[in-house]
């Protein structure tokens, strides 16, 4: 069966310092990939989606990038994380291979990483 | 993807059904209604998918009316377990959007 891992569990860092989450899955091959971020009491908000190896596509411009170095890791990173970077991140995939039907369009997440940037 | 409507909150005794409603009057004839919840400090969880015709699993039941503007979710026997928010999406189904949607949800307290 098809699993995804994520860590940290939870992360306090200075404003300022790097950041590196890394995301892996396990079971599947050429999945989708996507980073979302959940600020306290609001909703989820797609960061990064990934295709294939080394294919980005930013959602929303910001402080942050990701990066995929192989079929089934995602890495989200920052060079100088700010106050506003603070949230939960949460690294999510689907099976590329039903392109076309309804089942692409069901997402299985992580346990999340809580970021706390002080 | 169609707009979506849901109830900001609402309880439901352990034991009963769970009836969430969620409106998208504006749902398009090749858009499917998905049902995620998020229980809370976890990552979000797939339920349940229908176009048209009902739909039940393990977890939940969906009804989607005959017009498909509107639908429900149904967890037949509520536990404490699962009190989450519930998101209703609407999307097509394939294609280039690979854009997960998720509004604010009805956040569904089970009460012993």
């Known amino acids: 069966s098809q699993t995804i891992h994520q860590w940290p569990a939870t992360l306090v860092q200075p404003v300022g310092s790097p950041l590196s989450l890394e995301c892996t899955v396990e079971?599947?091959?050429?999945?989708?990939l996507y980073w979302y971020r959940q600020a306290a009491g609001r909703g989820l908000q797609l960061l990064f989606y990934?295709?294939?190896?080394?294919?980005i596509s930013s959602e929303v411009p910001q402080n942050l990038s990701a990066s995929r170095p192989q079929d089934r890791q995602f890495i989200l990173s920052s060079k100088k994380l700010l106050l506003s970077d603070s949230g939960f991140y949460l690294c999510?995939?689907?099976?590329?291979?039903?392109?076309?039907?309804?089942?692409?369009?069901?997402?299985?997440f992580g346990a999340g990483t809580r970021l706390s940037v002080l | 993807d169609a707009k979506t409507t849901q109830p900001p909150s609402m309880d439901c005794a352990e034991g009963r059904a769970a009836n969430l409603p969620c409106n998208h009057s504006?749902?398009?004839?090749?858009?499917?209604v998905y049902w995620y919840r998020q229980i809370h400090s976890q990552g979000p969880q797939y339920i349940i998918h229908?176009?048209?015709n009902n739909e039940t699993n393990e977890m939940a039941s969906l009804i989607i009316t005959e017009d498909r503007k509107s639908s429900t979710l149904i967890l037949p026997h509520a536990t404490l377990r699962d009190t989450a928010v519930y998101y209703c999406i609407v999307r097509a189904s394939g294609g280039s959007n690979y854009k997960l949607t998720f509004g604010k949800g009805t956040l569904l307290t089970v009460n012993p």
């Open positions: 504006t749902i398009s004839g090749n858009e499917y």
């Open positions: 990934s295709v294939g190896i080394g294919q």
């Open positions: 079971g599947t091959s050429n999945p989708n």
């Open positions: 229908g176009l048209k």
């Open positions: 999510a995939w689907d099976p590329s291979t039903l392109a076309g039907g309804p089942f692409r369009n069901i997402q299985y």
